[in-house]
């Protein structure tokens, strides 16, 4: 029996407190684990049926969702593998904002099935030109199974159809209410050309009170509480924005004011007071109606505000006064005083309006081509419930953009995926060598998807899946389409094309190619080296005195 020498850990190589993996034991199959163990957490969450995670932050704030982005925003992921996946998927929500649950669901399930091949005997090496094969072969097949396409930008069924099926995802039940809603918006903003669609011009304004059935569209914009002073409403107005407080200014240095009887005090406020005044005085002269201000306005400002009849509105939010500025085409200014003609803006109406019980200032511009803004509002019982549903009404806003860059459709519920596992399948059979057992684990990794659908609905994934096969594989492509039915009405298979469930072609190519790069990735890693983590030992917590309770 061969002596077995134990194997030394980089001796005086690196500084204490230096943590190492290494092989394929130790790094590979840890990152797998790690990997799946995420990609596990966020399984749960997939289609219509998907449950929500009850996640608390750590500055104790609370989220209930399914949505994949929000949830691995919110958890504090260490492990260097697994924060690849999250890189992954964050990327996919930047740029399309929408699948980000596909990327982390597939990059898991592409290293479970390597881990299998490496269990086997095969070295990473070989899998990883599989997988890059079988990623450019699923990538070009996928041209081919577009189904359908957004038409015309600018028709609501059309983009209906788009949207449809991912509010579905977030929102199940409210799909038809939230597409609507969703779809009017756009239309209010979308362009000439609609590759010029801009997603920051629809914006969310959350009221609480009443139920979902009660969110509206609203063409302006659309702030969350109401104007200053008593003016409460100003039409064809003049407006003038500013991020410095309206108040007596304090200078940059302190000085001393000498006072030495009642007459020189009485002087010193007078020609405070009347700076102040000559300001607004110029203001209101330059026909200026409507104030909107970054920070406080004091109530030296309000008065003479008020004396000239101007509307002030109070906006905390810079990103808020930006959109501001873009909708009635203003300059934000940084100094009080009164704006050249070039830096006012103009608003045909600005109003206050009650919503539930909040009252809410409306900044409404009249013709169609001026306002290139619109807020939909959203009502509902609990804070939760309306961010859940901004994220869904976030996601279908998302997908109209990716139509204006590509308008294909792919057929949803699963059915893309069990095609791209039918037809990977064949290109295996036909490849020579070890590549073809890589190829065939990526075909059977895509089976997860509908897979996961089937489970998520509580129903059975074996049965359900071994007739989705069935009608893949039948002659012609007559089954290119057949997805799981989640709502089981026959057989728990449907025609996803004809169900009118449709997927962004772009999102869904993008999603394959960042999780089989993120798979080959954490492949090409046979070495972790972790140096110790920064900063000393903490400090004891401080004991309270022993007899306080």
């Known amino acids: 029996m061969s002596l077995k020498i134990p194997r030394g850990t980089l001796p005086q190589l690196f500084k204490e407190g230096y943590k190492f993996q290494q092989g394929v034991d130790e790094a590979v199959l840890r990152n797998i684990e790690a990997t799946h163990e995420l990609a596990e957490t966020v399984r749960t969450s997939m289609g219509p049926n998907g449950r929500n995670k009850m996640i608390i932050n750590h500055l104790e704030k609370l989220f209930v969702t399914n949505d994949a982005a929000t949830i691995i925003r919110e958890l504090e992921v260490v492990h260097p593998a697994a924060k690849l996946l999250v890189m992954a998927s964050q990327q996919q929500e930047s740029e399309l904002g929408d699948n980000t649950n596909l990327v982390i669901i597939l990059a898991g399930e592409l290293l479970k099935k ?18 890059e094969l079988a990623r450019d072969r699923a990538l070009e097949i996928l041209q081919d199974l ?15 159809k788009n949207v449809k099926a991912a509010i579905g995802s977030k929102q199940y039940g409210h799909e038809d209410l939230l597409s609507d809603l969703v779809v009017q918006a756009a239309q209010n903003v979308m362009p000439k050309n609609p590759t010029d669609f801009n997603v920051d011009n629809i914006r969310v304004v959350k009221v609480m009170g009443s139920s979902i059935y009660e969110s509206s569209v609203v063409r302006g914009m659309v702030f969350g509480r109401e104007p200053e002073g008593p003016v409460q409403s100003a039409t064809k107005a003049k407006v003038a924005v500013f991020t410095c407080p309206l ?23 007078k020609d405070e007071e009347k700076h102040m005044e000559k300001i607004f005085q110029e203001l209101a002269d330059a026909g200026v109606k409507v104030v909107v201000t970054g920070a406080g306005v004091g109530e030296l400002a309000q008065h003479y505000l008020n004396r000239f009849g101007m509307l002030t509105v109070k906006v905390l939010s810079k990103f808020d006064i930006r959109r501001l500025c873009r909708v009635v085409g203003a300059t934000a200014l940084a100094r009080l005083g009164a704006p050249m003609a070039e830096e006012m803006g103009y608003c045909d109406v600005v109003e206050t309006v009650e919503i539930g019980s909040d009252r809410v200032t409306v900044f409404r511009q009249e013709e169609q081509d001026r306002s290139r803004t619109t807020t939909v509002i959203i ?70 998807i509908p897979r996961t659908l089937c489970e998520n609905a509580g129903m059975d994934a074996t049965a359900v899946l071994s007739r989705l ?23 728990g298979t449907l025609d996803a094309a004809k169900a009118g469930i449709f997927d962004s072609f772009p999102a869904k190519q993008l999603a394959i190619k960042l999780a089989a790069d993120t798979a080959i990735t954490i492949l090409r890693v046979d070495q972790i080296i972790m140096s110790k983590p920064a900063g000393g030992p903490k400090p004891p917590k401080q004991q309270g005195h022993w007899d306080q309770d």
Do not use: C, W
Not at 430 to 436: A, I, R, V, Y
Not at 469 to 491: F, K, L, P, R, W
């Open 114 to 131: 390597a881990e299998n091949l490496l269990r086997l005997g095969l070295h990473p090496s070989e899998i990883i030109q599989g997988y």
């Open 146 to 160: 577009s189904v359908a396409k957004v038409e015309d930008l600018t028709s609501a069924d059309e983009l209906r």
């Open 247 to 269: 108040d007596i200014t304090q200078t940059e240095t302190k000085g001393t004011v000498l006072i030495h009887n009642a007459q020189e005090m009485l002087n010193f406020s």
């Open 379 to 448: 009502r509902g019982a609990t804070q939760n419930h309306m961010d859940d549903i901004e994220r869904a009404i976030d996601d279908g806003v998302n997908v109209i953009k990716a139509a204006t860059r590509d308008p294909r459709l792919l057929p949803g519920a699963g059915a893309v995926e069990m095609e791209l596992n039918k037809r990977l399948q064949i290109v295996a059979s036909k490849t020579p060598g070890l590549n073809q057992h890589s190829i065939k684990k990526f075909a059977e990794a895509m089976e997860v």
């Open 469 to 491: 096969y069935a009608a893949h594989y039948q002659e012609g492509d007559s089954g290119i389409s057949t997805g799981v039915d989640v709502e089981e009405n026959t057989d």
